[in-house]
Structures are given as C-alpha cells and as structure tokens.
C-alpha cells in the first residue's frame, strides 16, 4: 500500500468534514446573536473555537499524540453522522472542537512524515476540492443540512471513507512528535479557504459567472495547486520546479498571496476569477513552506528528542523493523515526551482555533458592529500573516552545499517523480480534473426556464408577485433550509418574487449560495442587486421576460452596511410591460436620515417608469417619514388598498412591526392580497396579484 497516499487520503477526508463543520458553525452561531445579542454570540464563538485547543491537549496528554490523532479523525465520524441529524449549536459546537483537534493532529502528524509537508497540504488542497465537488452538485447547500435521500448518502459515504482511511493510515502515525512545529498556521488558511477559495458562491458573486463555472474556477485552481506542490523541492515534491522553494521563491509565493486576496476583495469579473486561482495556488505554497520550516532538515521519519526513540528510528531506517509502529513497539511511557507533546499540540490548534474564529468573526460582525476600517481588511491581514510565516528558506536550503536531496530522496512515491520528469500532471492532480465532471453535470441539467402564461389566458393582463425577506434562508433555529423557503413560494404560484436578505457565501448562511439555489428550484431566471460586499442582496425571479435591468448600490450612513436595489422590466403576454424594483432599506431605528437617502435615489429612478411596482422591506412603518414620503411621489400600497393596513409583518414569533410593503403607481390595481403567517423566516411573505390598467 502507497502509504503517502492513504496519508493524504486521510488529511482529505479529516479536511472535508471539518470545512462542513466550520461552515455549520456559522448559522448556528447567528442563531445566537438573534436570541441573544451580537456580544453573547461573539462570545459564544470564541468558545467553542477555544474548545479544539482544550480537546487536542487532553487526548495528547491522555493517550499520547498517536493515538489521540486516531481516536480524533474516529470521533469526528462519529459527530459527523451524529450533526447529520441533530444540527444542533449544541452538536455543532462538539464537532467543531474535535474538528480543528483532528485537522491539527493529522496534518502535523503527515507533515512529520518521511515524505514532508508536500503531503499534508495537498491533502488540504484535494479536501477543499472534493468539497466543491459535492456543493457543485448540491448547488451549494451543504448535506449536513439536509435530511432527506441525498444527504444522508453523503454523510454515509464520508464517514466509511474517513474510518477506512484511518485504519489504513495507521502504520503512518508517530507516537509523540515533538516539537509540533506551525501547525497553528492551519488557522488563517482555513480561514480565506471558507471565506474566498474555497466557497463557489463567493467566486460567483465576485466575478459574475455562473455557480456551475465559479466552481470549474476553484477545481482549476486546486489542480494548479496540486502540481505547484508536487514540481516543488519542498519536502515530499519531486524538485522538478526546484524554484518554487529557492531563495526567492518565500516572497515570490508570499506576495502572490497577499495580492490575489487583495484583488480578489476589490475587483470583479475575470481579473477577480484569476486572483482566485492565484490564490489558492499560493496559498498552499506559503502553508507547506511554513510546515516544512519546522520539520526535520533530512528526511528521517520523526526528529525524535529522546534517546530511545531516536534508538528505535535507527532500526527503522536500517530495515531491522518492518515499520513505525514496530520500531516503537518497544517504548515505554517514560521515553515519550507526553507532556510536552501535549502543551504544544494544544498551543498549536488554540492559534488554529483562534486564527479561524478571529478572522471569520471580524469579517462578519462589521456588518453589526461597523469596524474603523473596512472588513476586507481582515482577510488581507490574514494572509499578510500565513504569508509571512511562510517566508524564509525552505528545509532543504538548511543542508550544506552539495547534499539538497534528489527527487527520489524528496519524494517516497516513484510515480509521482517519474511523471513530474515527464513533465505530466502529477497523478493527484487527476482528482480535481475528475471533479470538473460536477459543474458540467450542473451545467446539463440546468431546469429549463418556467414558462410565461398564454396570451391566450384570461389573465394574461395580470401577475402574481411575492416579495418576501427572506433572512438569509436561515430558520429560526439556525439551520440554513433553502428548501423551505422555496415551497411557500411555489404555494403561490407566483410569476414574479422580489426577495431580499438572498445570501451568496456569506459565512452566517453556511456558504450558500441562495441566488442560484433559488433560481434553479424554481426554474426562474434572475436579477441579482448586491449589496454587502457582492454576497448579500436583492433577488429578481421571474418567468415572465426580463429587460431592462438595473442594480444600484444606494448610499450608506454611518454605521450601516450597503444596501441596493434590483430593477427591471418584465413582459406580460397581452405585451404590456411593467417595472418592477426590488428594494431593502437600513435596518437600524436610528438610521431614518439614511433610508430617506436611499429612498431619493430609488424614487427618481422610479419616477421614469410607469407601470411599476416598487416592494421589499423598507424597515420604516405607517405614519413614518419614510413612507410619507413614498406615499408622497403618488404610489399606492397594495396592503391598504386591500385591507390589510393593520396586518404587523416581522417578527415572525411576535409580529409587531409593519415594515414589509409593496406598493404600485396609481395605473396598477391589487387584489388578491395575501400574508402568509409562515415562520420560515424573521418576516411573513407578502403575496398579491397585480393587475395593469
């Protein structure tokens, strides 16, 4: 059995499952701040990301580091099935912890290996990019949220696959490595890898392309990746590209990084599609540099610190032992520095932990508790951090002139340096280039679009619309459910959805990207306005035709995050056409002076246009500046009209806010109003059938 293989099979399978859970941590967390406040959530968060540091020493000190990684990657299997169906904060939090302790372990303890660092991060590299490949074909909505005939299957198969591996990496496994090294690097990487290279959704907010290509974007990259690691001569790669860890090559990758993470956040379309690429493509050259720092400066086994140890390495590396766990079959407790392995593995995923949480929570929180500086600063921050710890010379460059390891010394797996001689692909990088099958599959079996009524129906001069915040298809309990979001609305039988609150990445909605979601249940095409740093916005759905559209970021006040609209035009089949604009409005009490802003930019666009119908939640109630002055320009509101003026539309659990609305030039009429009395999300839905005079 290629052992460096099962060993990355097995940081891969370790790597996926954590990634599920650091992306559940989100809604869930949020569900916090909702019940309790931003400062019991932000609390709450750090917590649990403390708790993989207190999970990691305990295990090490009980049962030594050999074990205590076995016993994790076993208990993240368990957890896994376990939050498959109970995806609670209570279950998430304890898969969280064993997570990052698991993750931390089992890349150290590949990391420690003969072959190197190379191994561990390519590990990370193909994790990440299965990953997309099960989202890619989820449409982004993660299978621990799921529980129906597609995401059990899934939890299932991840499992056997991860105990499996762990069983067969086993004669891989060091008792004790000491020291432990920049493990704790781990924790910024995983940080920007669910924030920005490992999300489809964001790469689909941030350039444009459709969820299907974002996703090719990311499977490119991690190839990339792959091969970048395997032509390396950083421990474990092949040495075919020896300046990919030359002298230079530390700021060369470190530079790289800092600035595709900086693009990436500031510009959009294709440069930010190849930014992406960069990134990850650096990013996993500047980990293993910061992993290959701190393991052995020749390729031996484990740097053991004790004399009986080193004994027993000897034996190993001089054939009088069949493997690791024979050589060290003879130690005692005393030789291994449990202690001591104990302290550093904690030290190493508390900054793991911490690392995460700190960059995550920033990023997002902005949105509540506005930083004094913009919050793409924190990811450019944290990769400023992975970088610098990635610079400095490579392992190899420590040894003396004349004694840098051939490709066969730096690498155990033959085929691997024979291909890369070739000059082929490294057979890893088989992997993602497989992978590139998911998007395609999404691609063949896009729904074809909802098709418009009849000219000859008798109701071919009205519509169906239903405006609705949807609060991030989050439920109240914290679990993201797309699904249910989309059967109120397809109760309806709606032609027109105007939607705000519509995630895309967004690490409080599990990375989900609800634009394209939506737009592929419900077979509608659609018009996105964001807001929020392109993940957050208003949704257009509609089956009538779409034209003329126009997304319009609106001012923002102080303390506030962007908000936007959505406009465009749609067809009715007798030909008639009508404007639609989909809005949401600054949500905080003290903000009308900014809302009154937003809404002058709105209406004068309106003013242009009529029919039209202008809804969404305006966070202003009857009587309200705001609305006397939208009533003011001449629009009607349709629950008035209808008699629904008293109906409170937020919160769900205790309605007492009018604050949704949906109003029309006075050539529209309304009937048939609705309020749908539907927990799904914070706000009721608001249905009604629009008729054009």
Known sequence: MNHSRVSIGLVAAVSLIAAEALRASGPLLDGVVTGTGLVAGAVTAVLVYLAPAVVAAVLVAAIGARRATLLAALLLAVLRLVMQQVPTLEVGAVTVAVAVAALVLVVRQVAYHRDGATPAVTGLVLGGAIDVGIRTLLSTWDPVWRADLIGWPVAVVECVALVWLVFAARPTIHPDPYPVGRVG??????????????????????????????????????????????????????????????????????????????????????????AVVAMQVAAALVLARALARSTPDRPMPVMWTDPGEREAAEKLDAGLVPDEEDAFRELTVSHRPRGRCALAFGS????????????????????????????????????????????????????????????????????????????????????????????????????????????????????????WNVRYLRDPNGRMDPEAVAKVIEEQKPDVVLLQEVPRGWPISGGVDG?????????????????????????????????DVETRTLPKGNGSMNRSYAAATVELPNGRTVRLYDVHLAHRDNQTPTRLAQLEVLLDARAEHTPAVVAGDFNSGPGSQEITKVIGTGLVSAQDTTGYGGAATSPTDRPTHRIDWIFGTPDVAFTDFALLRTQTSDHFPLAVTVSIG
């Not at 444009?208 to 996703?215: M, Q, R």
């Not at 913009?374 to 003396?400: C, D, K, R, T």
């Not at 634009?515 to 089956?543: C, H, K, T």
């Open 515 to 547: 634009v394209e979601w939506l737009s592929r249940r419900l077979a509608m095409p659609y018009v996105y306005a964001p807001a929020a740093d392109q993940q957050f916005g208003n949704l257009i759905l509609s089956r009538l035709r779409i034209t």
């Open 348 to 467: 190493s995923t508390l900054a793991a932990g911490l690392g995460y949480v700190a960059v995550v929570l920033l990023y997002q929180v902005h949105y509540e508790a506005p930083l004094p500086v913009p919050n793409q600063v924190v990811p450019i921050l944290a990769a400023v951090v992975l970088a610098l710890l990635g610079l400095g010379e490579g392992a190899w460059s420590a040894m003396p002139a004349g004694e840098e390891p051939t490709p066969a010394e730096a690498s155990g797996d033959r085929a691997a340096e024979r291909a890369a001689k070739r000059g082929r692909l490294a057979p890893l990088a088989v992997v993602p280039a497989v992978l590139l099958l998911a998007p395609t599959a999404m691609l063949a079996t896009s729904p074809a679009p909802a098709t418009p009524p009849a000219s000859g129906d008798a109701n071919v001069g009205s519509f169906r619309l239903v405006s």
């Open 185 to 274: 690097v781990l924790g910024g990487y995983l940080a920007l890898s669910v924030l920005m290279f490992g999300s489809p959704a964001y790469v689909a907010a941030v350039t444009g392309l459709s969820l299907p290509f974002a996703s090719a974007v990311l499977l490119v990259g991690a190839l990339f990746a792959v091969e970048a690691l395997s032509r390396s001569a950083l421990p474990g790669g092949s040495a075919r590209w020896r300046d990919l860890s030359g002298r230079y090559a530390g700021g060369i990758a470190a530079g790289v990084l800092v600035v595709a993470v900086t693009v990436a956040l500031l510009v959009q379309g294709i440069v930010a599609a190849i």
